[in-house]
């Protein structure tokens, strides 16, 4: 999952790219409101973590003209802001989820996985597709209850067809939720990653459509 | 609500009540002091003209025949008993009034005295006229009951006290109607202030103020702004501080917990520094905010003679490594002895603020300078870099607590300008931001008045 962190705060925003790192998540790091609000015009990403006292722009003004225009981003406020008519306030401007610093980063890991599962209309934590459970809080994949290893890539690509499933991806789309700055992208490496998944999942899982890109269907196809 | 103790109301209606019944008694006693004057006047003129009437008469009609007997007059008015008149004729009783003693009325057997006088007769004060008659041997008195005076000014006297009577209590039903009516706009005041909310902090508009209100009613509404405004900085200054201690605290949390995770030693290492790090920048920060509120809640600070250029080298002299460090070129001038009253930790504290920003906030192989000038009492300390320099909206704003320029990645605890202000405002110092004409980045002036300061022997 990728994820924008807009933080003004070096040693916090430091902190927190690197523990939702460790966590399983792609960061990419901005650290003024003007900047958050260009990445999330420019890019799906999968959920943001605002926090509100930015520099040239205040995290609730990026909010609110980003949700004009109709951007659906999750986003989870972060913010040292704790009363509540200022929770309100951020809640109602469409923030998805206000957290109060200091925060454990397993709650903001969880609370993220939970913003991301919400938007795409997952009751459960666990994402399923036909025999294929996804657990993305431990980030194990079973098949028929037998745990099938996967590295992180295939991990986080098997969770972005998840998330979509029955929906076509592109290439372009699949990379953007896959890599954060900086990281380099070998043209092939989507491809890849699929065929990998499909070596250790059975090819009956995602399917490619020519010339557009992807599909993970999510009921076993009838024979 | 403590009670009302004197009700403005009754306070000037019992003084309107007691004036105007004061001046209406004077005016009585006035009356009564004239009207009595006037008739004594015009009833001894009487009492003259009945003595020279009987003069006159006993001159022509006095017969010897009639001489031991007297005669008494007949009473032929109402009024005639408290009138009465005796003629004697060489000490002999003569005539007299059927009313009249057998004794002489006035004079009482001594020496007889023309003229008015006052006696006491069967009990009752008399007024009595003694006259000569044509000749020696007569004597003429003529009396009157003073009683009979004493009711006509009663009379007098009544007509004029009876209405005041009658009209008092009318008069003091109209005026508490009218005191009333005037007084209440400041009832209506007391009301509306009363009703509002306890923190209430909106303007009062109050319609039909009259003029002598107005000034209190924008006295008060002057104060609910200032109020208001002090409780939203107040409000700002809380959301401010929360942001900035919280944030400390978190990225401490967050690279602890970023240490506990990674498996990659160097990676654990960096995070580890980094979490020591975030204790310094809050050791910092709760520094210069216990700063900040002891010299908000002091009162003033202990002063002595000091010397500034001495205490500007010691600083400069501290914050030299930092300088170094970033490859800057940090200068003194500050040759001469300057001394000047005040307090040298707090202004120790204010160097080391403005001499850390500019070393702070200028990049790498800038040039710093600090100064100490002394020119006709006005001692002057500058320090200027060769940095970015702020913007005119941004110097507006220094001095903002919690306030840091925006796009520096310098961490500051964005109280030092606050610090620096205020120490300055005790010292009677002012501070000014300018723009380096020099070396062309922020360039802070601070101007220490004359009586503070003097040159060194």
């Known amino acids: 999952?990728?994820?924008?962190?807009?933080?003004?705060?070096?040693?916090?925003?430091?902190?927190?790219?690197?523990?939702?790192?460790?966590?399983?998540?792609?960061?990419?790091?901005?650290?003024?409101?003007?900047?958050?609000?260009?990445?999330?015009?420019?890019?799906?990403?999968?959920?943001?973590?605002?926090?509100?006292?930015?520099?040239?722009?205040?995290?609730?003004?990026v909010l609110a003209a980003i949700r004009q225009d109709h951007i659906a981003t999750p986003v989870l406020v972060l913010t040292a802001r704790d009363t509540v008519p200022e929770r309100i306030r951020g809640l109602d401007t469409g923030a998805d989820d206000y957290v109060v610093k200091p925060v454990d980063l397993h709650e903001l890991a969880a609370r993220l996985r939970a913003l991301v599962r919400r938007a795409h209309g997952q009751p459960q934590e666990c994402l399923t597709a036909?025999?294929?459970?996804?657990?993305?809080?431990?980030?194990?994949?079973?098949?028929?209850?037998?745990?099938?290893?996967?590295?992180?890539?295939?991990?986080?690509?098997?969770?972005?067809?998840?998330?979509?499933?029955?929906?076509?991806?592109?290439?372009?789309?699949?990379?953007?939720?896959?890599?954060?700055?900086?990281?380099?992208?070998?043209?092939?490496?989507?491809?890849?990653?699929?065929?990998?998944?499909?070596?250790?999942?059975?090819?009956?899982?995602?399917?490619?459509?020519?010339?557009?890109?992807?599909?993970?269907?999510?009921?076993?196809?009838?024979? | 609500m403590t009670p009302a103790s004197h009700s403005l109301?009754?306070?000037?209606?019992?003084?309107?009540?007691?004036?105007?019944?004061?001046?209406?008694?004077?005016?009585?006693?006035?009356?009564?002091?004239?009207?009595?004057?006037?008739?004594?006047?015009?009833?001894?003129?009487?009492?003259?003209?009945?003595?020279?009437?009987?003069?006159?008469?006993?001159?022509?009609?006095?017969?010897?025949?009639?001489?031991?007997?007297?005669?008494?007059?007949?009473?032929?008015?109402?009024?005639?008993?408290?009138?009465?008149?005796?003629?004697?004729?060489?000490?002999?009783?003569?005539?007299?009034?059927?009313?009249?003693?057998?004794?002489?009325?006035?004079?009482?057997?001594?020496?007889?005295?023309?003229?008015?006088e006052t006696v006491q007769i069967g009990g009752a004060a008399w007024r009595v006229f003694s006259a000569y008659g044509s000749e020696n041997d007569v004597q003429v008195y003529v009396g009157e009951e003073t009683h009979s005076r004493a009711n006509i000014l009663w009379a007098v006297l009544r007509s004029t006290l009876l209405p005041m009577a009658v009209a008092l209590p009318l008069l003091a039903l109209a005026l508490w109607w009218a005191i009333h009516r005037s007084v209440a706009p400041i009832r209506l005041l007391g009301l509306t202030l009363a009703r509002r909310r306890p923190d209430a902090l909106d303007p009062l508009s109050l319609d039909g103020t009259p003029a002598e209100m107005a000034p209190m009613v924008d006295a008060l509404n002057g104060l609910f702004q200032r109020i208001a405004s002090l409780l939203e900085s107040e409000r700002r200054f809380t959301a401010d501080a929360s942001h900035e201690l919280r944030t400390p605290i978190a990225a401490i949390r967050a690279q602890a917990q970023v240490a506990l995770g990674e498996t990659d030693e160097a990676s654990r290492r960096q995070a580890l520094h980094n979490?020591?790090?975030?204790?310094?920048?809050?050791?910092?920060?709760?520094?210069?905010?216990?700063?900040?509120?002891?010299?908000?809640?002091?009162?003033?600070?202990?002063?002595?003679?000091?010397?500034?250029?001495?205490l500007v080298r010691q600083v400069v002299a501290d914050v030299a490594p930092k300088a170094i460090g970033k490859g800057q070129s940090l200068e003194l001038d500050a040759a001469e002895p300057v001394t000047m009253s005040g307090n040298m930790i707090l202004l120790a504290v204010l160097v080391r603020n403005l001499v850390d920003n500019a070393v702070r906030y200028s990049p790498r192989a800038a040039r710093i300078r600090v100064a100490v000038q002394h020119s006709n009492g006005q001692v002057t300390l500058r320090v200027e870099d060769s940095g970015p320099g702020l913007p005119e909206a941004d110097r507006k704003r220094l001095g903002e607590r919690f306030f840091r320029v925006p796009g520096t990645d310098e961490v500051g605890s964005g109280l030092?300008?606050?610090?620096?202000?205020?120490?300055?405002?005790?010292?009677?110092?002012?501070?000014?931001?300018?723009?380096?004409?020099?070396?062309?980045?922020?360039?802070?002036?601070?101007?220490?008045?004359a009586q503070g300061a003097g040159r060194g022997n």
């Open chain 1, 1 to 61: 999952m990728r994820i924008l962190l807009a933080e003004d705060d070096a040693l916090l925003g430091d902190g927190l790219r690197a523990g939702l790192r460790q966590l399983g998540f792609q960061v990419d790091w901005v650290r003024d409101g003007e900047a958050a609000e260009r990445e999330l015009r420019a890019q799906p990403y999968t959920a943001a973590v605002l926090d509100l006292g930015l520099p040239r722009k205040d995290g609730l003004a």
């Open chain 1, 130 to 223: 036909q025999d294929v459970v996804l657990d993305p809080a431990s980030r194990t994949v079973r098949q028929a209850d037998v745990v099938v290893p996967l590295s992180t890539r295939e991990f986080d690509l098997l969770q972005a067809f998840m998330l979509s499933a029955g929906r076509v991806l592109s290439r372009e789309q699949l990379e953007q939720q896959l890599y954060s700055w900086g990281q380099e992208v070998d043209s092939n490496a989507i491809e890849v990653h699929i065929h990998n998944l499909r070596r250790k999942l059975g090819s009956q899982l995602i399917h490619t459509v020519r010339g557009v890109g992807y599909m993970l269907q999510r009921e076993t196809p009838v024979a």
């Open chain 2, 9 to 116: 109301q009754r306070r000037l209606l019992m003084l309107v009540l007691g004036v105007v019944a004061s001046v209406w008694l004077a005016t009585a006693v006035m009356t009564w002091f004239d009207a009595r004057h006037e008739l004594d006047e015009l009833l001894d003129g009487h009492l003259a003209q009945a003595a020279a009437i009987l003069v006159l008469q006993q001159g022509q009609e006095l017969g010897d025949d009639n001489h031991g007997q007297g005669v008494d007059a007949p009473s032929l008015h109402r009024y005639a008993p408290k009138v009465a008149f005796q003629v004697f004729h060489e000490g002999r009783l003569a005539m007299r009034s059927a009313n009249a003693p057998q004794q002489p009325m006035a004079g009482a057997n001594k020496h007889f005295k023309a003229g008015f």
């Open chain 2, 275 to 310: 979490t020591l790090e975030g204790c310094d920048r809050a050791i910092h920060l709760v520094d210069q905010l216990l700063t900040l509120s002891r010299l908000e809640a002091s009162a003033v600070p202990v002063m002595a003679e000091l010397d500034l250029s001495a």
């Open chain 2, 416 to 449: 030092g300008w606050s610090i620096a202000r205020r120490i300055a405002s005790v010292h009677h110092m002012t501070l000014q931001v300018d723009r380096s004409a020099e070396l062309g980045g922020l360039a802070v002036l601070v101007n220490v008045t």
